[in-house]
Every structure is written in structure tokens, then in C-alpha cells.
């Protein structure tokens, strides 16, 4: 292996492949729609693109794989799916899933393709590709995906990853140079759109969905399998399997939804399709499609216009939504453990971990660690946030400084209320303010310390929808600058960035009611 300084090429990787080596395949190897059974996946080649363009990479991601771009025409043909990596096969997964709280039957990765799996920097990783052809999931779909739900796929999984989320990666952005035909709002009027790619990384993209597809189908010994492979290299510490062990996999598939969860209600990020398809088994972040960040604070908002009648997915329930969605994979497990009461107590002591996580976790936002503080103080907080449409990244990060404003200036600076109607909103915030002089004075803790505690937990930079959606328009006009500002930007989202303080504002007027800012809908 040619090694240049400690790092290795990209195409030097040594693929393993673990996936398709250890668990059955489909033996059909032709490329058409289909049901496939008894298997986990299909051999697939991605499509050759017209004129492939990279658009960004993650240097950043580069550095901690250890990896680099050894020769630039063999990364962007790799990375744009015009060849196959060296020595792998491609191929795509099988799973099903629930939609919208329904059984959807077979899903799989109808435009997602693995080209690499193996060790890089000492961890195993798994390289896929998102929009490079159709697979036999693709069902109805082209296989496909257009530049603006990539570029916010891209920019948004690397942010989520340094604002300390639990995240697949993004490796690259390409342009594919071919036209995407795509009815964005669902409303008859389809247009072309430039088609693009991006190289996504995870140790794994498992999800509850390639569970489910066997239970489903009452096939127990593919469901075994699946179990075992996925505890053997990934939950290696469970040890041999067993009940017992498939049961600790499970707590530990809670434990890691939890985390994630805390994170998401922390940082004001909002999934917007949270179906079991979505859901991985490491408990990342996987998926980026309608997603969004909550501005005014509103526990009811979902991004997703697909979801706005019935809000299944709106930042509020998001909790309860991963609870729903591992009581699918308890049924699912339940094949293989044939037990109910220790998968529902598991499930019981999600519902109460995660209460009192949260209510440490929304402590630490107010610099109020450990602090004996009744529940019913959080609720109020939440309430006043509402009421005074109060930017959630702004209120917290300003509420962390050294030197708090008070809340007519907090109002000023981060409330989306009319000018006319703040006062008697501000009003309403006197004894809960009072309240929390009194909680933080008990503390003993300088305001230095406290800021600094607290500067670690509240973001000051996030990618909010319309940050996403002016890099969008630029780069479909093809300048690629302000991805790079944000990537650049979305590096460090909590440091100060006193040069970068004009994204540290309310989202502008002309957002509000602009699509791909405030709405967006699943066509990708
Ligand atoms: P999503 O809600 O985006 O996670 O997608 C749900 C399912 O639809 C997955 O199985 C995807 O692979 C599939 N899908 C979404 N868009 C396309 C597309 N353009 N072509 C083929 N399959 C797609
Ligand atoms: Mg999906």
C-alpha cells in the first residue's frame, strides 16, 4: 500500500467487504424492480454520469479517516459512480420499513449504493453513494437525487457532527451534469434539476427497516442472521449470541436512540421522516432529507410538508416518535427472544430515562447543572419560548455570555413578535426570569465558568434553512462559495467566529413562507 505522509489514498483503501461476504445475497443479478427474498442484498452497478464535477469535499472528514485524494481523477470517478471502487462490488440493502406509522412493506436502498467497506484509521467504515442509479428497491423512483437535497444532506451531516450529534458523514458533493426530473411541491409541475451525488460514511447504514423486512416475511433465520452479524461486528462486547445477548442489543440500540434524541431536542434539529427505514441501528443521524432547524421555538413545527396535517414528526414528539419506532424493533426481536415483558420493561425505562435526561439536559442550557430544580420550571421556560416566538439558538447562545442582556433586550434580539406585541410578552417573563437569577445566584459559579459551561452545550452557529438555501440558489447558478462558508462555518459551532457573527441573526422576512426555507417537501 503507497502511503503518502501517514495517510493512505482513497482508492488504497483495502476493501473488506464484510457485509456481503458473511450474509446471503440475491442471486439475481439483473437491475429491474423486484421483491427480493431471503437476502440482504443485491449486487448492483451505479450509472455513468454525464459530466461529473466535484462539487466540495470534507477535508475535515478526510484528516480524521486518515485518508486522502491520491490521484483527483480516480477519487471523482469513484465518488461520481463512473467506476467502481477497486476490487469491491457494489450493491444496495434490503429493507422495509414503517411509514408514517404504517407498515410499508419492502423499501431498501432504492438510490443509495455501497461501493466501500473497510478499515480505515483503525475503524471499519462503509462508503455509499446517494443518487448514482436505480437499484431493484428503487420501486418507483429514478435512482437518482437532485443538487439542492444534496448540498443540504452534505453541509448538514458534517454540521451535525461537529455540534457533537451522533451522524453519518459526508465525504463529497458531486455534480453530476446530468438533468433530474423532479415535481418538487407535488403540485404538476415537474422541472429538470441538475443531478448530484454525494459519498456518505458510516460505519454502517443498517436500519430498524432491515430488521423488519424479515420479521415481516416470518423469515426467522434471515432476522438471525442479520441479528448475529450486526452484534458480532458492531456490539462486540455483548459476546455470543443468545437471548440474553439479543436482549442487551436491544437496551443498547435504546441507549443509543436516547442519546441521539437528547441531542436533537438540544440543538433544535428536526428529522422530519422519522419511519423505521430512517431509524440505524448505531443510533446515528441518517437520512437528511426534509429536515430542519427550529427558529421560533415551536415544539409543534415539522418542516416536512408531506407531514403538515397530522405533524407526526414535529420537533415536539420526536422523543416519543423513537419510541414508537423501537417498539417496532422489539416486535421485530421478539422473533428471536419470544419473551414480551423484558423488551416492554426496556422499553418502559426508555420513557423514564428520558425524561429525566431531558430535564438535565435543557439544565445544562440554562448553566444550571446539577441544580435542584423542580420540573415545572422547564415547562414554564418552554412555554414562554413559544409564546414569545423566541429563536431558539439565539435566545440560548445569548443567555450563555458572560453578561446576560435582560429580557427586553433578549426579546429584541431574538423574538420573531412584532415590536408592537413584545411588551406584554415581555411582561409575562418577570417571575420566571426572577426565578432563574435565583436558581443561577445559588450555583456559586462565575459567570465566566458558567458561560463557558454553558457555551459548550448551546450552538451559536447551526444551519438553519435559509442559510442551506442561499447556498442552494448559488450553486445552481454554479458558485460553489457559499458552501464552502458554511462547511468552513460549520466546523466550529461554538466558537465565537466574531467574523462570521452575520449568521448569528434571526432568520430574515423573506424566509418565512419561502420554499426550501420554511417548508420542504420528500421530492429529492
Ligand atoms: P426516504 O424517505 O427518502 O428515506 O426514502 C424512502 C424510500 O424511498 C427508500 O427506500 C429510498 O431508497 C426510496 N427512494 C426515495 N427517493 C428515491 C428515488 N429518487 N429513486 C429510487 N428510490 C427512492
Ligand atoms: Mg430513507
Redesign the pocket.
Known amino acids: 500500500m503507497t502511503t503518502m505522509g501517514d495517510k493512505i489514498k482513497f482508492e488504497e483503501i483495502n476493501h473488506e467487504g464484510r457485509f456481503v461476504k458473511q450474509l446471503p445475497g440475491d442471486p439475481i443479478e439483473k437491475n429491474y424492480p423486484r421483491q427480493v427474498e431471503k437476502a440482504h442484498y443485491s449486487f448492483v452497478n451505479t450509472v455513468t454520469p454525464k459530466n461529473p464535477n466535484l462539487v466540495h469535499s470534507s477535508s475535515d472528514l478526510m484528516q480524521e479517516l486518515g485518508i486522502e485524494v491520491g490521484d483527483y481523477k480516480t477519487f471523482l470517478s469513484i465518488v461520481s459512480g463512473d467506476k467502481p471502487f477497486p476490487s469491491a462490488q457494489a450493491y444496495a440493502m434490503c429493507?422495509g420499513?414503517h411509514?408514517f406509522g404504517h407498515w410499508a412493506g419492502q423499501?431498501?436502498?432504492?438510490?443509495?449504493i455501497n461501493i466501500m467497506e473497510g478499515k480505515v484509521n483503525g475503524n471499519y467504515q462503509t462508503f455509499q453513494l446517494k443518487?448514482a442509479g436505480?437499484?431493484p428497491?428503487?420501486?418507483?423512483?429514478?435512482?437518482?437525487?437532485v443538487l439542492r437535497s444534496s448540498i443540504r444532506e452534505y453541509l448538514c451531516s458534517e454540521a451535525m457532527y461537529h455540534l457533537g450529534v451522533p451522524t453519518s458523514r459526508a465525504l463529497s458533493l458531486v455534480r453530476t451534469g446530468d438533468a433530474i426530473t423532479r415535481d418538487m411541491l407535488y403540485n404538476g409541475n415537474p422541472a429538470d434539476e441538475p443531478g448530484a451525488i454525494v459519498c456518505r460514511v458510516a460505519p454502517n447504514f443498517i436500519r430498524f427497516g432491515n430488521f423488519e423486512i424479515f420479521a415481516a416475511r416470518r423469515d426467522v433465520e434471515s432476522l438471525r442472521k442479520l441479528t448475529d452479524y450486526t452484534i458480532e461486528y458492531y456490539y462486540p462486547q455483548l459476546g455470543k449470541p443468545s437471548k440474553e445477548t439479543y436482549l442487551a442489543f436491544f437496551q443498547e440500540v435504546v441507549n443509543r436512540t436516547l442519546e441521539m434524541m437528547l441531542h436533537w431536542q438540544r440543538v433544535g434539529f428536526v428529522h422530519g421522516?422519522m419511519?423505521t427505514?430512517?431509524m440505524s441501528i448505531l443510533g446515528l443521524t441518517i437520512?437528511y432529507?426534509p429536515y430542519g432547524w427550529l427558529e421560533d421555538y415551536d415544539p409543534d413545527w415539522t418542516p416536512n410538508t408531506t407531514d403538515t396535517q397530522n405533524r407526526r414528526y414535529r420537533f415536539g414528539n420526536q422523543p416519543n416518535i423513537s419510541l414508537w419506532n423501537l417498539t417496532q424493533l422489539a416486535n421485530t426481536l421478539y422473533a428471536l427472544i419470544e419473551e414480551v415483558e423484558p423488551l416492554q420493561a426496556i422499553l418502559d425505562q426508555y420513557r423514564k430515562d428520558y425524561f429525566l435526561r431531558y430535564h438535565e439536559m435543557m439544565l445544562s442550557k440554562l448553566g444550571l447543572e446539577n441544580a435542584a430544580v423542580p420540573e415545572p420550571f422547564i415547562q414554564e421556560l418552554t412555554k414562554l419560548l413559544k409564546d414569545s416566538q423566541m429563536d431558539m439558538t439565539l435566545f440560548f447562545r445569548s443567555i450563555s455570555a458572560i453578561e446576560v442582556p435582560n429580557i427586553g433586550e433578549l426579546h429584541r434580539i431574538a423574538s420573531y413578535l412584532p415590536g408592537a406585541e413584545q411588551k406584554a410578552a415581555i411582561k409575562n417573563w418577570e417571575k420566571w426570569w426572577n426565578q432563574y437569577a435565583y436558581f443561577k445566584s445559588e450555583l456559586n459559579l462565575s459567570d465566566k465558568r458558567r458561560s463557558e459551561q454553558m457555551k459548550r452545550v448551546n450552538p451559536k452557529y447551526v444551519l438553519r434553512n435559509y442559510m442551506a438555501q442561499l447556498a442552494i440558489e448559488d450553486a445552481e447558478k454554479g458558485n460553489y462559495d457559499l458552501i464552502d462558508e458554511l462547511y468552513q462555518l460549520l466546523l466550529k459551532p461554538y466558537d465565537e467566529q466574531p467574523e462570521m457573527e452575520k449568521w448569528f441573526v434571526k432568520r430574515p422576512d423573506w424566509a418565512l413562507n419561502k420554499v426550501g426555507c420554511s417548508m420542504l417537501s420528500?421530492s429529492?
Do not use: I, K
Open positions: 429493507y420499513g411509514q423499501l431498501g436502498d432504492g438510490r443509495a443518487g436505480p437499484t428497491y428503487s420501486r418507483s423512483g429514478d435512482g437518482f437525487a421522516v419511519n427505514d430512517n437520512d432529507g420528500c429529492s
